[in-house]
T-cell receptor, first 117, second 113 residues
């Protein structure tokens, strides 16, 4: 079974440029998460989707960050414009539906390492 | 709201020695507890979890953690470490509604020959 797929794995951009990250969750996982991991820190949730609905986006900086999951499967996270402080690893995770015994087990992708110059 | 404190940022240890990675949490509600491991340039992998039942949980590669409600701790232990255990370890909590993991800042375990 394929795990969570993320692309690109690495991205280097100039500040003020836009950037997008793509995530394809594990097949059958209707819940999808985007986390931000700064160097030397634990991941922090940016947004959580239940199918197409963003049910928790309270930590997403909406002035420059946006996300979508139009068909309830894969998802895109965008930053426009990028700032120097956005340099970090962006992790995508997925889990089964709420109400299943494995809902609380999140499976993580390898992440996208963003460097903003 | 929940918070997680991992008391050691780095733990160097020799191969075959025992190790304990400490994790304390704070929460006003009941929580689920997790340990994740992150190898270099890889995503996080679930190592073990406590949801309910026995307070001692074990992983397939010899790690164990014990949920201590009175001390609000979930320390990770292994009686004999291998070089391959070198990685970053993250403790995390979520409330029983699930959906959001709160992570500690991580402990870098470095196993030396």
């Amino acid at each position: 079974e394929a795990g969570v797929v993320q692309s690109p794995r690495y991205k280097i951009i100039e500040k003020k440029q836009p950037v997008a990250f793509w995530c394809n969750p594990i097949s059958g996982h209707n819940t999808l998460y985007w986390y931000l991991q700064n160097l030397g820190q634990g991941p922090e949730l940016l947004i959580r989707y239940e199918n197409e609905e963003a049910v928790d986006d309270s930590q997403l900086p909406k002035d420059r960050f946006s996300a979508e999951r139009l068909k309830g499967v894969d998802s895109t996270l965008k930053i426009q414009p990028a700032e120097l402080g956005d340099s970090a690893v962006y992790l995508c995770a997925s889990s089964l539906d709420r109400g299943t015994s494995s809902y609380n087990e999140q499976f993580f992708g390898p992440g996208t390492r963003l460097t903003v110059l | 709201a929940q918070s997680v404190t991992q008391l050691d940022s780095q733990v160097p240890v020799f191969e075959e020695a025992p190790v304990e990675l400490r994790c304390n949490y704070s929460s006003s509600v009941s929580v689920y507890l997790f340990w994740y491991v992150q190898y270099p340039n890889q995503g996080l992998q679930l190592l073990l979890k406590y949801l309910s039942g026995s307070t001692l949980v074990e992983s397939i590669n010899g790690f164990e953690a014990e949920f201590n409600k009175s001390q609000t701790s979930f320390h990770l232990r292994k009686p004999s470490v291998h070089i391959s255990d070198t990685a970053e370890y993250f403790c995390a909590v979520s409330d029983h509604g699930g959906g959001k993991l709160i992570f500690g800042q991580g402990t870098e375990l470095s196993v030396k020959p």
